[in-house]
């Protein structure tokens, strides 16, 4: 037999012999320094401009869902059938006759009457082309655009302009339409406008949003259409077409 031994290096030893566990005061609570064995750590408080970006953009979210919820509203209310009640297409586009419009007139009160807002009786009937805008107080681009309609309107009718301008209010009956009428009167219209407080005539134009300009000759055929916000350049440019028109 052999005397030589075999060298089977240091022994093996588990965590626990190797590393002590830290130490407890009397009150049970671990030593200063010693190591954290596993405590959640505090988190640190918020910074101020962190607290500041959470508010905005959840303020930004609000307010996109409530354009999106406003979108799709006057999505599903002004959707167009195929035709309306006379047979004509929903969607009045160029070379279309303008359907009519037939409304109570937005200005009227009780103590100073005035007539009812009639397309046809105001454009055809009369041989004027007409410039038709729906609009409404509550429309953000509206906002900017019909004040521009109020003075242009003014001075074409100074000037002795054939084409007529009128004005069609779309579902604004806040405050019993008095917020539609001092809109209105503030942005300087004078010219007839009709209050369609039940989609009637939108529906008839087949209307997508606001504003909406739709423009009609001297024999009440639709001559072009704009959605969106028109600029003085643009709307000067279809007042030279409607009155050339008109010869």
């Known amino acids: 037999m052999s005397d030589e031994t075999v060298d089977e290096g240091p022994p093996e030893t588990t965590p626990s012999e190797t590393s002590p566990a830290p130490t407890a005061t009397a009150t049970g609570q671990p030593e200063a320094g010693a190591p954290e064995t596993g405590a959640p750590a505090t988190a ?31 999505f599903v209310v002004l959707k167009p059938a195929a035709h309306t009640a006379t047979g004509q297409p929903a969607v009045a586009g160029p070379g279309s006759v303008a359907p009519d419009v037939h409304l109570p007139n937005l200005m009227s009160t009780t103590a100073a009457p005035l007539p009812d807002v009639d397309l046809a009786t105001l454009g055809k009937d009369r041989h004027r082309p007409v410039v038709l805008n729906f609009y409404a107080s509550w429309c953000t681009p509206c906002q900017q655009e019909t004040p521009l309609f109020g003075s242009t309107a003014a001075a074409e009718a100074a000037k002795g302009s054939p084409v007529q301008f009128v004005g069609v209010d779309v579902a604004d009956t806040s405050n019993g339409g008095a917020t539609a009428v001092a809109f209105t009167r503030q942005a300087g219209v004078t010219y007839p406008v009709g209050a369609d407080a039940t989609f009637g005539a939108a529906g008839a134009y087949g209307l997508f949003g606001l504003p909406d300009t739709v423009f009609i000759n001297e ?29």
């Open 219 to 247: 024999e009440g055929v639709v001559v072009g259409r704009h959605l969106g916000a028109l600029n003085a350049a643009e709307l000067q440019s279809w007042l030279h077409k409607l009155a050339g028109s008109a010869g």
């Open 44 to 74: 640190p408080a918020a910074r101020p401009d962190l607290e500041r970006y959470r508010r905005r953009l959840r303020s930004l979210m609000i307010g996109s869902a409530a354009a999106i919820v406003l979108a799709i509203l006057l």
